[in-house]
């Protein structure tokens, strides 16, 4: 069994920054990839950023150049640096770690920006 903790998440006012926290723990042999999904109010969840074992990165184009996914293979466990946050940013933000076998989810964390 793969257990997902995320944290970090909040209120925050617009231009201002959260960090995002996501570890992974359990039966983990192997993991692909991780990285963080978000999900608004009325909308589809869609991918923010992720990033593969071998270190490659993706970033969806709304985020780029104001978020920023890492990842420390030791601890399994992933960051998502959030900076100029706006409204739009609102949303549920999932972590998801990808191993050969399953796809794991966490359970979300809620990112609020808002003055």
């Known amino acids: 069994q793969v257990q997902l903790v995320e944290s970090g998440g909040g209120l925050v006012q617009p231009g201002g920054s959260l960090r995002l926290s996501c570890a992974a723990s359990?039966?983990?042999?192997?993991?692909?990839?991780m990285g963080w999904y978000r999900q608004a109010p009325g909308k589809q969840r869609e991918l923010v950023a992720t990033?593969?074992?071998?270190?490659?990165?993706n970033y969806a184009e709304s985020v780029k150049g104001r978020f920023t996914i890492s990842r420390d293979s030791a601890k399994n466990t992933v960051h998502l640096q959030m900076s100029s946050l706006k409204p739009e940013d609102t949303a549920v933000y999932y972590c998801?770690?990808?191993?050969?076998?399953?796809?794991?989810w966490g359970q979300g964390t809620q990112v609020t920006v808002s003055s």
């Open positions: 998801k770690t990808i191993t050969p076998r399953y796809t794991y």
């Open positions: 359990g039966s983990i042999f192997s993991i692909i990839a």
């Open positions: 990033i593969t074992s071998g270190g490659t990165t």
